[in-house]
DNA sequence: ATGTGCATGTAAATGGTTACATGATTGT
DNA sequence: ACAATCATGTAACCATTTACATGCACAT
């Protein structure tokens, strides 16, 4: 009964999707809520990109829909997750983790700083400084409403990927700031 | 003389090829191995990507080229970094830092994480340790290399701006190995 | 009446990867 | 002979963003 589609691979949207489709069920608009806000800021995708990918998905056997009334001109479709789909995300897991390209705007930067004069370059790293402060203070405030929650602590709940998600991104911006310090620490060894 | 099209915004790719072109000439093929490997690993793009950007920034007038003698059926092409190039890598780098997307699959593992018993899991986090380390060790070498050759030190070399870069993604997989060790930590206490 | 949120989709354009294609030089 | 490195480019495809399009319900 499982289609020959079932075998085709996933794109990483498409695991993201089933990830949170693993959690609990949810219309194409919810998961593109939950993919650009809140505790589940983990993986970003558009709404356009998100049905695209869902109705791979279902092609694929992975996710089915059921039609429910919506406040529009068209109907809500209601996406749960199949065993198969469980199933692709559970094996995804114990393979072995992928490579990651990174780019990021602030290595560009960083890699460039050296044309500018040091007061110059200091007030870049400054401008870096205070908006990775600012995401750390929302990641932080993220994690201590999961503590209040309790559920955070417990592997096997959904709280816990959450609470894991959201500490990676914890541990990231205080290393940031951590390299905004040092660069701006040479800077001023060469000026004093 | 400067044509029209200088006023058009230059995209991130093209920003990377003008902040290595401030540094030194060089070819495509030299430019599409600074983008892939050494220390200079801070943004990475094919040879196909490459040729193609460059022949876009030599339109809007920010890069010029001479030809050269090659080994092969071409003509080689030096490109250099016009006036407008390097004045308009300095503009990009006074501006507000950009809001960067990143889609890091191990963020996405994280979210996914208590789908597994917990020794499942603590394997999981292994394998992601075991590559960050690596990744790691690789920067430090880089590092130390800076430190010997001394520019690394000095705002207004290049080898400040390298030595920034690598400093970035030292503090990254530290930041990463410590997100692996509070994870590993919570996994334990549910465990004992 | 005006805007915001719910709810879905399509189309066009840009960014990035993979594959195809060519051919000289140098080392094994 | 064979592979690796130098050196350039095109074409097809996949991923992502931006823009277009529709229309109901509810609050100001």
Chains 1, 2 share one sequence.
Do not use: N
Not at 136 to 147: G, I
């Amino acid at each position: 009964m499982v289609a020959a589609e079932s075998t085709q691979q996933v794109s990483a949207l498409g695991r993201a999707l089933l990830s949170v489709l693993c959690r609990r069920e949810a219309t194409g608009y919810e998961l593109s809520r939950v993919m650009s806000t809140s505790t589940d800021y983990f993986w970003s995708a558009r709404h356009s990109q998100i049905y695209a990918e869902l109705a791979r998905l279902e092609a694929a056997g992975l996710v089915r829909h059921t039609d429910i009334a919506a406040a529009g001109p068209r109907q809500s479709k209601r996406y749960a997750v199949t065993g198969d789909g469980r199933r692709s995300v559970l094996q995804w897991l114990r393979s072995e983790p992928e490579a990651h390209v990174d780019r990021d705007p602030v290595i560009l930067r960083a890699h460039a700083l050296w044309l500018l004069p040091p007061d110059e370059a200091a007030q870049v790293l400054a401008g870096i400084e205070r908006a990775s402060r600012e995401r750390l203070a929302l990641y932080q405030s993220f994690e201590r409403a999961l503590d209040e929650e309790g559920q955070g602590r417990v592997p096997g709940h959904p709280d816990f990927g959450s609470w894991a998600t959201v500490r990676a991104g914890i541990e990231f911006h205080q290393g940031r700031l951590r390299w905004c310090r040092d660069v701006r620490r040479r800077l001023q060894q060469s000026e004093g």
